[in-house]
């Protein structure tokens, strides 16, 4: 995780034009060094108890607003939610099919992935995300 999350993208917002509210603030706090990959109610659940009152849609809002500029991305692991994860360099993610926890790939899997030659045709590929699905060392010890 790059230092300086919160600071960087709050100079960010505001180079932008874009407001710097003390919510959006919590926000990135709590993004801020997060290797969790929560959820948009994992984070509304968390920065609730600063801001009560903050809605779901702020907390959405947000994080559009954040991956509109690069600054969080979105991981669609879970068919019910997306979960968010504000380190943006390539790498890829092992999900565990029990406890559904999601971990960061830093390897090099994008050579591993051969692009059919009637894809490669017809379309260029810029980015390969992997995402490797199975069942992590803690569930599986609690299995065993």
């Not at 993004?31 to 600063?50: F, M, Q, W, Y």
């Not at 947000?62 to 669609?76: G, H, K, P, Y």
């Not at 810029?126 to 803690?138: A, K, M, P, Q, Y």
Request: with cysteine; proline share 5%; glycine share 2%.
């Amino acid at each position: 995780m790059r230092k300086g999350y919160t600071q960087r993208v709050i100079a960010r917002l505001r180079e932008q034009g874009l407001k710097v509210t003390p919510q959006r603030i919590a926000i990135l706090k709590h993004l801020d060094g997060n290797t969790s990959h929560p959820s948009v109610e994992d984070i509304h659940r968390k920065v609730c108890r600063a801001f009560p009152t903050i809605s779901l849609a702020t907390v959405y809002n947000t994080l559009d607003t954040l991956e509109q500029l690069r600054e969080v991305q979105s991981i669609s692991v879970d068919p019910h939610r997306k979960h968010y994860d504000p380190d943006t360099r390539p790498h890829h993610h092992a999900i565990c099919s029990h406890c559904h926890s999601i971990q960061d790939v830093f390897a090099d899997l994008a050579s591993a992935v051969r692009v059919p030659t009637a894809v490669a045709e017809i379309f260029r590929v810029d980015e390969t995300t992997v995402h490797l699905r199975g069942v992590c060392l803690n569930c599986s010890t609690a299995t065993a």
